[in-house]
T-cell receptor
Framework: AQSVSQHNHHVILSEAASLELGCNYS??????LFWYVQYPGQHLQLLLK??????LVKGIKGFEAEFIKSKFSFNLRKPSVQWSDTAEYFC????????????FGIGTKLQVIP | TAGITQAPTSQILAAGRSMTLRCTQD?????MYWYRQDLGLGLRLIHY???????GKGEVPDGYSVSRANTDDFPLTLASAVPSQTSVYFC?????????????FGPGTRLTVL
């Protein structure tokens, strides 16, 4: 079975600082990778996803993530965060073949200080 | 399009009582899921259904049951609630026949068991 590890559980940044949230997964086969965001009091929404092709994927609101297969990583980045990026971020993985469940990391809470 | 709706939005329940959390989707997705979200534990899968008429156990199924009589509805039942079931419950759906298995989430139900 697959698993996901998010290294930073709580991150505090000032506005305009750069962001990188770590995500590593374990699984022996090909995977689809996701980052979801949960704004305060809201449900999870898809931020970006990787299926195949260019390992650098761009999502909404200026976020991007890079899939490094050799490191089993899918780190989320943003060059300059805004106060409105305050939210909890979840990395998720699912094996590509067949009916497979999605496994989520425990999440990283990002607090952006104005 | 409503996407996924959940009811109730929140509920306070006495221990030992039963309750059904409702979930309805209008996207004709074949797969549906129930997660609970707890502080420091992220999202944990309770039960899932790959298609109408079938269900499966997730990571934390004890104390919960589900049914999938049709494509749209996926109710979660607590037969005899206990305080450890205090949590926020999210229903999700996905089209596993597609490429990405992206999950779409409902707004959640906040349940407090006293």
């Amino acid at each position: 079975a697959q698993s996901v590890s998010q290294h930073n559980h709580h991150v505090i940044l000032s506005e305009a600082a750069s962001l990188e949230l770590g995500c590593n997964y374990s699984y022996g086969g090909t995977v689809n990778l996701f980052w979801y965001v949960q704004y305060p009091g809201q449900h999870l929404q898809l931020l970006l996803k990787y299926f195949s092709g260019d390992p650098l994927v761009k999502g909404i609101k200026g976020f991007e993530a890079e899939f490094i297969k050799s490191k089993f990583s899918f780190n989320l980045r943003k060059p300059s965060v805004q106060w409105s990026d305050t939210a909890e971020y979840f990395c998720a993985v699912t094996p590509r073949r067949g009916y497979q469940k999605v496994t989520f990391g425990i999440g990283t809470k990002l607090q952006v200080i104005p | 399009t409503a996407g996924i709706t959940q009811a109730p939005t929140s509920q306070i329940l006495a221990a030992g009582r039963s309750m059904t959390l409702r979930c309805t989707q209008d996207m004709r997705h074949n797969a549906m899921y129930w997660y609970r979200q707890d502080l420091g534990l992220g999202l944990r899968l309770i039960h899932y259904s790959n298609t109408a008429g079938t269900t499966g156990k997730g990571e934390v199924p004890d104390g919960y049951s589900v049914s999938r009589a049709n494509t749209d509805d996926f109710p979660l039942t607590l037969a005899s609630a206990v305080p450890s079931q205090t949590s926020v419950y999210f229903c999700a759906s996905s089209d596993t026949g597609g490429t990405y298995n992206e999950q779409f989430f409902g707004p959640g139900t906040r349940l407090t068991v006293l």
